[in-house]
Nanobody
């Protein structure tokens, strides 16, 4: 069992930056690939980024590539999403996920979500 708690969301102007963090519980955290998904208003939840268990391999949606960076610290049981050059279309609830799929919206465990709002 893994419990995930996100933090770091908020309101930012377009072009600004935010850093989301996800704290995981459980001794098996470091064995899971981790990821971030988001759900924009009126849209389906979508994949944003993922990182393998060691942090050596990362994946990004085309819409965020070059602007977002996913990282993890297994000693602290955390995974982060650094978001730069934010755009209004990045406005969404962002969810942390353990053992995510990159092809469908699925994961073994989900956090409760944190709101990110980007104003134009």
């Amino acid at each position: 069992q893994v419990q995930l708690v996100e933090s770091g969301g908020g309101l930012v102007q377009a072009g600004g930056s935010l850093r989301l963090s996800c704290a995981g519980s459980g001794r098996t955290f470091s064995s899971y690939a981790m990821g971030w998904f988001r759900r924009a208003p009126g849209k389906e939840r979508e994949f944003v980024a993922a990182i393998n268990w060691s942090g050596g391999i990362t994946y990004y949606a085309d819409s965020v590539k070059g602007r977002f960076t996913i990282s993890r610290d297994n000693a602290k049981n955390t995974v982060s999403l650094q978001m730069n050059s934010l755009k209004p279309e990045d406005t969404a609830v962002y969810y942390c996920a353990a053992n995510p799929s990159r092809t469908v919206v699925a994961a073994d465990y989900w956090g409760q979500g944190t709101q990110v709002t980007v104003s134009s």
